[in-house]
């Protein structure tokens, strides 16, 4: 088992560097590469600020929350929505990827273990432990697809999702809402495609617990 969530990561990255990801609106498919670029770049933003926060959150509905929450473990900051809104240049403007923190990202590594903080009591390596159980119960690889609406993003089943896919190595895609289709009728009904099962939150009840 990895002994942080910055490593699971970069593991992750390592074995899966050209398989899909991430998609999301706007982004088209991060490989898992591309993806580690993408999160070490907001990494980066957050670790050149003066002085590196205590704590990270951001609600914007958009990708770079979940892509703050990576990069937030990746340094070892803890989770926490009563932290200050984060300067919005880091998420992808012109304080992403500021080779200003790099000296420092690489330092905070050295200082990651599993007693890391990852939110409220949990450890780093509480998270893992849970991930290693929740693996077993959902079956999950990196053939498997996860398909969220971006509106949950922020609740606690899409983050324990979220997580777990990352664990796999599985493929999430972040979806924009639309409107149902009406139902085909006639004579094509049948060879219309069926719909991807929906999002179900309950499916990781108790995960927080």
Not at 153 to 176: K, M, Q, S, V
């Amino acid at each position: 088992m990895a002994p942080n969530l910055r490593q699971l990561f970069i593991q992750r990255a390592a074995r899966l560097q050209g398989r899909p990801a991430l998609t999301a609106p706007s982004w088209e498919t991060l490989s898992w590469g591309a993806w580690r670029n993408r999160v070490e770049g907001v990494a980066l933003g957050v670790m050149a600020m003066e002085p590196p926060p205590t704590a990270l959150f951001s609600r914007t509905g958009s990708p770079w929350d979940w892509t703050l929450e990576v990069a937030a473990a990746c340094a070892g900051i803890p989770w926490d929505a009563s932290a200050p809104a984060l300067d919005p240049a880091i998420l992808g403007g012109p304080r992403f990827n500021d080779e200003n923190g790099r000296p420092a990202y690489h330092d905070r590594e050295d200082h990651l273990d599993a007693a890391t903080p990852f939110e409220g009591p949990l450890s780093q390596g509480d998270l893992l432990r849970k991930f290693q159980r929740w693996n077993g119960l959902l079956g999950w690889d990196h053939d498997t697809v996860l398909k969220l609406p971006l509106s949950v993003l922020d609740t606690p089943p899409a983050r324990a999702a979220l997580w777990n896919a990352l664990y796999a190595g599985a493929h999430t895609i972040l979806l924009e809402e639309t409107k149902d289709e009406p139902p085909t009728t006639g004579l094509f009904a049948r060879f219309r495609k069926a719909p991807p099962p929906a999002w179900n939150p309950s499916a990781f009840d108790g995960f927080w617990d």
